[in-house]
């Protein structure tokens, strides 16, 4: 009697213990996927960005657990279940970066719009701050809101350098870079910004064509590497439509699914490198 009252207490005992335990880490991962999120949604938020937090937060915490699962479905071990994980971790910031690029990408297409604006109304005999109200009120997102951002912070009496960095900041690109550093310097010095702004319409004009022939040159390479990538692929896929069985040996056996694991690693990697090898700077 004693015994059974003793191996009750410790199989209680020890179930309090892991239940405790998993209570503890789950705390810690929700903490960290919440300081995730919350970073996330600031850079977001930063750039104007508009998404549901508590949608943001789900696509953190439900991603790992389900490709978690997926991993561990098609590998049938540890190790795919990590991999799994990893991949869950890391595409909502993968999400959220590619928002992020595509934002900065549309921005920097409006400069030259925005500068012949501005030459424009400064030519009229507007001020600069008039001029960049123009500016916000004729353009589209993300132009007018970055702009916009500027005449707010300046009737709160934040001077207009600052506001450029800030600008600058927030959207980092060579052309961004020429405009507030022309604006800054005309206003300090007293030179003509309308010449200048003519000046970079046609150095920016001349940099966008530029790349624009550059991203169709390496077009090419990137089509190849697609292609190269999702041939293993399709190859499986067809194979499978003949012979519905051909793989069971692989899936059977350790070694067979730990071989998968490492073609679906290989096959990222190698996407990767095209991708970053036809990536040209300018």
């Known amino acids: 009697m004693i015994k059974f009252l003793i191996l009750i207490l410790f199989f209680g005992s020890t179930v309090i213990f892991c239940h405790q335990f998993v209570l503890v880490i789950w705390d810690k991962i929700y903490a960290w996927r919440a300081r995730g999120v919350e970073i996330q949604r600031s850079r977001l938020k930063e750039m104007f960005l508009d998404m549901d937090p508590q949608k943001l937060f789900i696509l953190n915490v439900v991603s790992p657990a389900v490709l978690c699962l997926i991993g561990l479905g098609i590998s049938r071990s540890l190790s795919g279940a990590l991999i799994g994980l990893g991949f869950g971790f890391a595409i909502p910031a993968i999400i959220v970066k590619n928002m992020i690029i595509s934002r900065k990408s549309k921005f920097s297409s409006q400069i030259t719009d925005g500068l012949m604006i501005l030459s424009s109304c400064l030519k009229g005999g507007l001020s600069l701050l008039q001029s960049i109200e123009v500016l916000v009120e004729e353009l589209p997102p993300p132009l007018s809101q970055e702009f916009g951002l500027i005449l707010r912070e300046n009737k709160m009496g934040i001077a207009l350098e600052e506001s450029f960095e800030n600008l600058n900041r927030r959207m980092p690109s060579e052309e961004l870079n020429l405009l507030t550093t022309s604006i800054l310097v005309a206003r300090e010095t007293g030179g003509d910004i309308t010449l200048l702004f003519g000046r970079l319409i046609s150095t920016i004009r001349a940099k966008l064509k530029l790349n624009d022939s550059v991203k169709t040159l390496s077009m090419q390479g990137k089509v190849q590497g697609f292609i190269m990538s999702f041939l293993p692929i399709g190859f499986g896929i067809l194979v499978v439509s003949f012979n519905p069985n051909y793989f069971d040996i692989m899936l059977s056996s350790p070694l067979g699914r ?19 090898f036809s990536k040209v700077n300018i």
Do not use: D, Q
Request: glycine letters at 6%; zero cysteines; aromatic letters at 10%.
């Open 258 to 276: 730990s071989l998968i694991v490492y073609a679906v690693i290989s096959e990222v990697i190698g996407m990767y490198m095209i991708k970053m």
